[in-house]
């Protein structure tokens, strides 16, 4: 990948804004607002603008979380679109890249489409704020903007276990821990503490579980009757797929959500054996060899039964 600044990028620009996929994780959250957290320290004069739906309540410690919104009209400068591997992950606000003079993807996603006029795509960093952090100016890097990139490397390395993880990814790491960042209390207030509904509907989805291909799949699912009778958003699944994931003899897990009736967010996750970007492409998602997603539709028999052809063909005989 082309070696090139975030400063370069802006030079000259006055209106930016940046956005970031529907259902905004870790990564996507910590890059769009560490990002518009360094180019204001660059330059207070700018308007940055992050468009981005609702931020989830565990990522709302970080700076400028209160400052995002839905796009609503406007034109920019220039448009940064961070973590998203194509349009359809943008949902509503794909509109404001129509409204920019210069649109710029940065993500690391192997799916990851080339809708973008420009494109710095690195299938290989571990999470879209690593590929940040190489893009700016170590020594202006704030504890701020620090905090938001770190937080999104710990979410998407799994606290730096998944096989994503590199020496370099470490090394960045270490790199943010040194702006003087609590990364202790990042790390256990939004990748380990559960409130008591999250630990409700986790027992749910483990008992409930089913495992198929010989014990080397699992899948789970949550319905839309439960999530209404729980009273529970979908930020209060986070970490079901991971728990499923670590089941013993376990190659491929699947956590499905009901989002509309017979209509599924679908949450894939591997250990060694299978490539699930392939499997969530094939669907018409996207994502990582180990971590993808996709949105199908039939019964909850239906999608497993078309999941299970696609990850089968995967698995050693």
């Not at 319905?223 to 728990?243: C, N, P």
């Not at 017979?262 to 299978?274: C, F, G, Q, T």
Request: aromatic share 8%; glycine share 10%.
């Amino acid at each position: 990948m082309e070696k090139v600044k975030i400063d370069e990028l802006v030079k000259g620009a006055g209106r930016i804004c940046i956005t970031g996929h529907i259902r905004p994780d870790g990564d996507c959250t910590g890059s769009c607002l560490g990002l518009r957290r360094y180019l204001l320290d660059g330059d207070e004069s700018r308007q940055v603008d992050v468009f981005l739906e609702p931020v989830p309540a565990i990522f709302q410690m970080l700076p400028g979380y209160d400052r995002t919104g839905m796009y609503s009209g406007g034109r920019y400068d220039v448009c940064f679109v961070l973590d998203v591997s194509d349009l359809q992950r943008l949902g509503e606000n794909a509109a404001c890249l129509e409204n920019s003079d210069r649109v710029i993807c940065i993500d690391h996603h192997v799916t990851n489409t080339g809708f973008a006029a420009e494109a710095f795509v690195k299938p290989d960093a571990a999470a879209t704020c690593e590929l940040l952090f190489e893009m700016m100016d170590e020594e202006r890097i704030s504890s701020e903007t620090a905090k938001c990139l770190y937080l999104g490397i710990v979410h998407d390395t799994g606290v730096f276990k998944h096989s994503n993880t590199t020496r370099h990814t470490m090394e960045v790491a270490g790199a943010l821990m040194e702006k003087g960042i609590a990364h202790d209390r990042l790390i256990n207030d939004t990748f380990y503490a559960k409130t008591y509904l999250q630990n409700q509907l986790l027992g749910r989805a483990l008992m409930e579980s089913i495992l198929f291909c010989d014990g080397r799949c699992i899948v789970s699912m949550i319905s839309g009757r439960s999530m209404e009778f729980y009273k529970a958003s979908h930020e209060d699944l986070e970490g079901i797929v991971d728990q499923l994931r670590v089941t013993v003899g376990v190659d491929c897990a699947i956590f499905m959500t009901e989002i509309e009736f017979r209509v599924y967010k679908v949450s894939l996750r591997s250990n060694e054996k299978v490539d699930v970007s392939r499997v969530a492409s094939y669907f018409g998602g996207g994502g990582h060899v180990r971590a993808a997603g996709c949105t199908m539709s039939g019964t909850f028999y239906d999608v497993v039964n078309n999941l299970s052809a696609q990850i089968a063909g995967q698995l050693d005989p």
